[in-house]
T-cell receptor, first 116, second 112 residues
């Protein structure tokens, strides 16, 4: 069975603080994808990143960085120097690489509130 | 930027009524997904299609929900009869083969 756990339901930080959102996953597949999506207050789901299980290199994109560790089945997301516009619900998700059509299994989401 | 288009954005209706939600996937995307988001269950997959063929609808209540793709530019999700527990945000997403999914803005459904 596949499962994604985001243990942090809500996080509140003050602007310019760094914040890390945790994601732990379970899968029996040896090959899979991991994702992060952002859902701002307006409600849409915005794709942020996809990593495949072959590639454990960390990735940085501007103020965003992702740490993928297969040994601990974790795919954590860090926002550096947070801004009010980062306030949103962030979802971690998992999909099989080659079968099941790419359907996403989502975590419950972490609501991030960045205060000025 | 190409976008997945969902209509209507909001729908309020009384229980027992038929509800039809529509989705126009991004041109060239051959895989279409329907997800439902509720406070209790979070985001869960209802059904998905590849090249218009249904691949998995195990997430849908079969007795009242149906999903179809009459053509490559339209996917529909119907609920008949609707019940208050169907109140949720319904998202459509599309993707080219083996690529990340792009989501529409969702249909916020309220069944009174």
């Amino acid at each position: 069975a596949q499962k994604v756990t985001q243990a942090q339901t809500e996080i509140s930080v003050v602007e310019k603080e760094d914040v890390t959102l945790d994601c732990v996953y379970e899968t029996r597949d040896t090959t899979y994808y991991l994702f992060w999506y952002k859902q701002p207050p307006s409600g849409e789901l915005v794709f942020l990143i996809r990593r495949n299980s072959f590639d454990e290199q960390n990735e940085i994109s501007g103020r965003y960085s992702w740490n993928f560790q297969k040994s601990t089945s974790s795919f954590n997301f860090t926002i550096t120097a947070s801004q009010v516009v980062d306030s949103a619900v962030y979802f971690c998700a998992l999909s099989a690489l080659y079968n099941q059509g790419g359907k996403l299994i989502f975590g419950q989401g972490t609501e991030l509130s960045v205060k000025p | 930027d190409a976008r997945v288009t969902q209509t209507p954005r909001h729908k309020v209706t009384e229980m027992g009524q038929e509800v039809t939600m529509r989705c126009q996937p991004i041109l060239g995307h051959n895989t279409v997904f329907w997800y439902r988001q509720t406070m209790m269950q979070g985001l869960e997959l209802l059904a998905y299609f590849r090249n218009r063929a249904p691949l998995d609808d195990s997430g849908m209540p079969k007795d009242r929900f149906s999903a179809e793709m009459p053509d490559a530019t339209l996917a529909t999700l119907k609920i008949q009869p609707s019940e208050p527990r169907d109140s949720a945000v319904y998202f459509c997403a599309s993707a080219p083969s083996n690529q990340p999914q792009h989501f529409g803005d969702g249909t916020r459904l309220s069944i009174l």
